[in-house]
């Protein structure tokens, strides 16, 4: 296949996830017309530094998947190229690569709308040379004992390391998809329960929650393909909050859904847009993309010129927020 080819491909399938990500984005609960908070938009990160000492341009990113906050403070930026992980200081200083888990070069891509049925899936992949480099690279999560999680979507895996890139846990069955205790179908996300069980949000080909022991033991799912309450289109993102409730985003249906710790449905904020990514802060606020809420769902305020992150939002110690944006960019806003 010639590089134009590939190209090409690569264009296209990008398109396709940005049509996904921006469609459908002002719901009438979306809070795109809230209060701005107080946070400013800053560049992020630094330039590349040339060889000669002078700065060479923005990083090359290719589709910024996810963001999150190293135990050491410093950003970890996920994105579908080479060198998939990377490390930042908050000032937006390169630090590192950290090359610790190859991802697959599947890639997510949207089923066209007259082979769609309510039973399937709207999204499916597709590998080889159509695919791109490291396509797989989904999300990243920072789990509160300071081991860091990677999902390979395409690649029906689920990684947990520890700082240094040991891989400690992996779960799923590489290369093949399925719906059971040992199989996902295009996995999208993991979050953390209080007392060191977690979730898997199985995600762009299943369409259920999957709940694991501390140790990787399967211990129940919940969902299943529908748009009622406890149903899913497109379960993308997962978080648990300090009561043990489990907030999941159904992207498709443009609302957030809640359960109890063993998947019981309590309910659902309708008409928030098509937002990816969840991420809830030290004082129980939910961010769902660039719009802040309470427990309940209610709108606190939005970021200034932010957009719906895919599936990262970067919490910092400090307050600072960042975006994982799928045309290639972290966003950062500075909490003033």
């Not at 789990?143 to 520890?162: F, S, T």
């Not at 993102?237 to 859904?257: F, H, L, P, T």
């Not at 719009?291 to 769902?297: K, S």
């Not at 919490?315 to 975006?323: A, E, K, Q, T």
């Amino acid at each position: 296949m010639s590089i134009f080819k590939k190209t090409s491909i690569a264009l296209v399938l990008i398109t396709v996830c940005l049509l996904a990500q921006d469609k459908g984005r002002g719901g009438p609960n979306s809070g795109l017309d809230s209060k701005v908070l107080g946070y400013k938009l800053e560049k992020w990160p630094l330039e590349a530094k040339s060889a000669a000492g002078f700065d060479a341009g923005p990083w090359n990113f290719i589709q910024v998947s996810s963001v999150a906050v190293h135990p050491n403070g410093n950003i970890l930026v996920l994105h579908r190229g080479a060198y998939p992980l990377m490390e930042f200081e908050p000032n937006g200083k390169f630090v590192r690569t950290l090359d610790w888990v190859k991802f697959s070069e599947g890639k997510v891509i949207a089923v066209p709308e007259k082979d769609r049925t309510p039973a399937t899936s709207a999204f499916t992949a597709v590998y080889g040379p159509a695919g791109c480099d490291s396509c797989g690279a989904h999300t990243v999560r920072v789990d509160p004992e300071q081991n860091i999680w990677l999902v390979d979507a395409p690649g029906h895996m689920v990684y947990k390391l520890n700082q240094q890139g040991k891989i400690l846990l992996q779960l799923g069955t590489k290369g093949v998809a399925g719906a059971d205790a040992k199989h996902f179908n295009l996995p999208t996300d993991v979050g953390f329960a209080p007392n060191g069980d977690f979730y898997i949000s199985d995600g762009y080909g299943g369409a259920r929650v999957v709940k694991f022991s501390k140790d990787g033991k399967f211990l129940l799912e919940f969902g299943k393909r529908g748009k009622g309450p406890g149903e899913f289109t497109l379960v993308h993102n997962v978080q648990v909050d300090a009561q043990g409730k489990v907030y999941v985003s159904d992207r498709e249906a443009q609302r957030i859904e809640v359960f109890d710790a063993n998947g019981k449905f309590l309910q659902e904020w309708t008409g928030t847009g098509r937002y990816s990514a969840i991420a809830i802060t030290k004082d129980q606020k939910i961010w769902t993309g660039s719009v802040l809420r309470n427990p309940d769902g209610s709108v606190i305020g939005r970021l200034p010129e932010g957009a719906g992150a895919h599936g990262g939002i970067g919490v910092h110690p400090s307050g600072d927020i960042y975006l994982a944006q799928l045309n290639g960019t972290v966003q950062k806003f500075a909490k003033q």
